[in-house]
């Protein structure tokens, strides 16, 4: 479809240029006009604008029917879709199909006979001739036999979602020892038509029924619910999966493995989570409280959870973080380990952002990648939702400040708006403006209408527009409608509008008046010059008295006025920490102190600590010290990291204070930081036998400071250590053990690596892979070359990419480190005269020219299968 239209388009708008050309006079009734001369540079470009898909025709239902080959990583599919015209009559059909064998194209009439229809296919479209034409009150039903073939597709992708060919065989000959065998699909944006025929666009929806045909001894995941299983004759079992209401085709999903399943209920719906074998007995925790999420958010949004189910499954080798396919919400296994594992890595905060899409997202669904903004910044939000209500409003700012510090990071490079028209591929719109950034965009706007206001805008807005597609403008109306305001200010502002402000404080006191002076800096295309912002001004008298003043910023420069007897103790401007932005407030050192003090967020806290940190006066030492013991966990984690002039100035306490710390905090990312500072500042002082007992603590990131801590004070010690624990399954101690090994340098530890390698996946396999490029580099030439194929292997173009450029990373720093090799061996036999010296210099130079040949070879492999563009330019600039 699209590529019929965006034709026509340039089609018709060359036809309107052209007819406006002529400067001769053009008969229109009995009147004559003049039209000016358009001119029209050749080849000039045309703004990119990305509209909405164009609905020529609608996939009203679709049933599915598929088997697999594992060994050629084929899928044998068969579709049956119920198809209307969407407004204009058509006698065509135009469906997404990337990359199959197409065997049959039929009409299919009501007694289920089928007749042949012409078509033709491109590899990417399926263009039929339905042999008549239809009109919008027509339905009609098409039947395609294919074959989806994913391995032989050109891969694309993004940071977020890695890999674009929409079905994947993971270890599918069973090559990899200790890896599963597995299927899974992964469809956003438009990859649901890598492995059946669809119209493969977000503003369309559709039922589902699909028929999965699998070995017995596999279990199977898709949308709906299960609706009975059959086994076959040969051994084969077919389970019938049937979702009957309707939902975008990137939704749809299938999973197939040896899972363990975990059976719970929600208000009598069924609630079920997939996770390997050895995992049965912390399946539930490896999703933690789902149920509970179930009923929070079906009350808090006042609309019940509408699927038939929700299950969950974790899967190997996944190209995103989580998928929120409806009812079957796919998790990479970053989320899945042991009891141990998950004292440090609750997904909850992932199981939360991917339930919430399924009212945001599933049930109301973005009309366009360029809305994309309408699913994840609020299934982002869910995110804070969740932690206020289970953790406390502590926990849910610290969660949602990180998301702000991770959109500044990304605004420093580029500043984008929210709903952009103008990207160059969809994938571009998952990054921080549409997940961290609209998050905090909609915290504002429900601290700005007030709790009741925001929570009946939402309601309003599912209500309004369930199983349908929307657009920024939805959201605005419903927002407007429950509060009888205009809003155009904040939604031109925020969503329409690139950018954030850049505020600095300026502050003054003379003869009774304070004046506060608010200045807007920020600039940049499509950034406001002037941000519309309604806060508040905290003041902190030096009677200790509070005074506040809600102000409502409307010009570059604003200043606030006050009347005080003295000066102040401080002045806090965005005493909510609501606001997204840039905002120096140029504290003083006593100012960072009362700010400590008379906190109303945790975020005071913190600012005070990293403002005061590299003092060494009494009051800032005490309130470090002060802060170690904060009830928010935050708070004393920054403390501690923070107790640098602490250590100096009062080393015996402080050491005392983070060893009680390292025992008994509740949070082991504390007792993992108090082992750190123990180890930077304290290394001499602290015993042996305190670290040693540190290395039975429950906690992997404990363990793993530790055993930094010990190879720190004896790196005998240490590697003995690392020895004892190289053989556990967890990334964070595999990764200390890899920086051990690669600082160490023993070519004995490249068997680690290999095993260790093989068995990991993604930033496990990542970390791991740096580790390798390191150890590699002070390793031998017989070392290197036995590390040539693990390095290929995990740097192909069916890897992630990242994983991908770790490995390219060493080789290439290898082919540059050998070619340097080259040049000296030159310049020394250039200066030799010794015959037996000159010798030996040769037969290394030798070697040397041999391994650089298999490197550039290696480089060579890779840069033929690499589908990445970047990484393709790394390989390339190495290459020459």
Request: proline share 3%.
């Amino acid at each position: 479809m699209r590529k019929i239209i965006i034709p026509l388009t340039i089609i018709a708008l060359v036809s309107v240029f052209e007819a406006c050309k002529t400067t001769e006079p053009t008969a229109v009734g009995t009147e004559f006009i003049t039209l000016d001369t358009v001119n029209i540079e050749a080849n000039s470009p045309r703004e990119i604008y990305r509209a909405s898909e164009t609905r020529v025709s609608d996939v009203l239902h679709a049933k599915l029917e598929v088997s697999f080959n594992w060994d050629s990583a084929y899928l044998y599919g068969r579709a049956n879709l119920t198809v209307k015209p969407h407004f204009y009559a058509t006698d065509s059909l135009i469906l997404d199909a990337k990359g199959f064998q197409i065997h049959e194209v039929a009409m299919v009439d009501r007694i289920g006979k089928r007749s042949p229809l012409n078509y033709l296919y491109d590899d990417a479209f399926l263009k039929i001739s339905l042999g008549k034409t239809y009109t919008k009150s027509d339905t009609y039903k098409i039947f395609v036999d294919y074959t989806a073939m994913p391995n032989k597709l050109e891969s694309g992708g993004s940071s977020a979602i890695t890999s674009d060919k929409g079905l994947y065989f993971i270890n599918n000959d069973g090559a990899i020892e200790n890896k599963p065998k597995q299927i899974w699909t992964q469809g956003e944006t438009e990859s649901s038509s890598c492995w059946f025929p669809t119209i493969d666009s977000p503003n369309e929806k559709t039922t589902q029924e699909i028929y999965i045909t699998v070995d017995s001894n596999y279990a199977t995941l898709s949308n709906g619910e299960l609706m009975f299983q059959t086994e076959n004759e040969d051994g084969t079992r077919t389970d019938y999966w049937k979702q009957n209401l309707p939902h975008a085709p990137y939704l749809f999903m299938m999973a197939v493995g040896e899972f363990a399943i975990a059976k719970e209920e929600w208000r009598g719906k069924p609630v079920h989570y997939y996770v390997e074998k050895k995992y049965a007995d912390v399946a539930k925790e490896i999703y933690p409280n789902t149920v509970e999420m179930l009923e929070f958010f079906s009350t808090k949004l006042g609309y019940d959870y509408p699927w038939d189910k929700y299950h969950q499954v974790v899967v190997r080798d996944y190209v995103s973080g989580a998928m929120e396919n409806t009812g079957a919400v796919i998790f990479g296994d970053f989320i899945q380990g042991n009891k141990r594992f998950l004292i440090d890595n609750a997904g909850e905060d992932i199981v939360a952002h991917e339930m919430f899409h399924h009212w945001f997202g599933d049930l109301v669904t973005c009309e366009s990648w360029s809305n994309l903004p309408l699913n994840e910044s609020f299934a982002t939000y869910g995110e804070y939702l969740w932690n206020e209500y289970k953790y406390g409003k502590d926990q849910a700012d610290f969660h949602i400040d990180g998301d702000l510090n991770v959109y500044l990071s990304q605004s420093r490079v580029n500043k984008e708006t929210l709903i952009r028209f103008n990207y160059g591929n969809e994938m571009e719109m998952f990054d921080s403006h549409s997940y961290q950034k609209g998050g905090r965009v909609l915290h504002m706007l429900r601290n700005y209408i007030g709790d009741d206001a925001f929570f009946a805008g939402l309601n309003l807005y599912l209500k309004d527009n369930e199983f349908q597609t929307v657009e920024i403008h939805n959201l605005r109306l419903a927002f407007e409608e429950v509060t009888g305001q205009d809003l155009n200010w904040f939604f031109n502002q925020w969503f329409l509008s690139a950018g954030h402000p850049i505020i600095e404080i300026e502050k003054s006191f003379a003869e009774g008046k304070l004046t506060v002076t608010i200045k807007q800096t920020q600039d940049g295309p499509d950034v406001p010059e002037v941000f519309e912002i309604p806060t508040r001004l905290y003041v902190l008298q030096a009677n200790g008295l509070v005074r506040e003043k809600e102000i409502r910023i409307t010009n570059r420069i604003k200043v606030v006025e006050f009347t005080l007897s003295e000066a102040p103790l401080l002045v806090n401007f965005d005493a909510d920490k609501v606001l997204l932005g840039d905002i120096d407030q140029n504290y003083e050192r006593e100012e960072a102190i009362a700010l400590y003090n008379n906190a109303n967020h945790f975020l005071d806290k913190t600012e005070a600590i990293k403002l005061i940190k590299n003092q060494k006066d009494s009051a800032s030492l005490d309130l470090i010290e002060k802060a170690m013991k904060d009830d928010f966990w935050n708070v004393r984690k920054t403390a501690i990291q923070a107790a640098k002039k602490l250590a100096k100035e009062r080393p015996a306490r402080t050491l005392e204070t983070l060893k009680k710390i390292a025992k008994a905090d509740d949070k082991s990312v504390n007792r993992a930081a108090a082992i750190a500072a123990i180890s930077k500042y304290f290394i001499e002082e602290v015993e042996m036998e305190y670290l040693n007992e540190r290395t039975e603590d429950l906690s992997y990131y404990v363990v793993s400071a530790t055993l930094d801590a010990v190879y720190n004070k004896d790196a005998k010690q240490g590697l003995l250590l690392a020895e004892r624990l190289e053989k556990e399954e967890n990334a964070a101690i595999l990764s200390t053990v890899a920086n051990i090994y690669a600082e160490d340098g023993s070519p004995q530890r490249q068997a680690f690596f290999e095993e260790a390698i093989k068995n990991a996946s993604g930033f496990g396999k990542y970390g791991l892979m740096n580790s390798y490029g390191e150890f590699l580099d002070k390793q031998e030439f017989a070392v290197v070359e036995k590390a040539l194929p693990t390095l290929v292997e995990n740097s192909k173009g069916t890897g992630i990419w990242f994983v991908r450029m770790a490995g390219l990373n060493s080789l290439i720093k290898m082919k540059t480190k050998i070619a340097s090799a080259i040049e000296q061996l030159n310049v020394e036999i250039e200066k030799t005269v010794d015959s037996a010296a000159m010798e030996k210099i040769n037969n290394t130079l030798k070697e040397t020219k041999a391994m650089n040949e298999k490197v550039t070879d290696a480089l060579k492999e890779l840069k033929e299968a690499e589908t990445n563009g970047n990484l393709k330019k790394m390989i390339e600039g190495a290459l020459g």
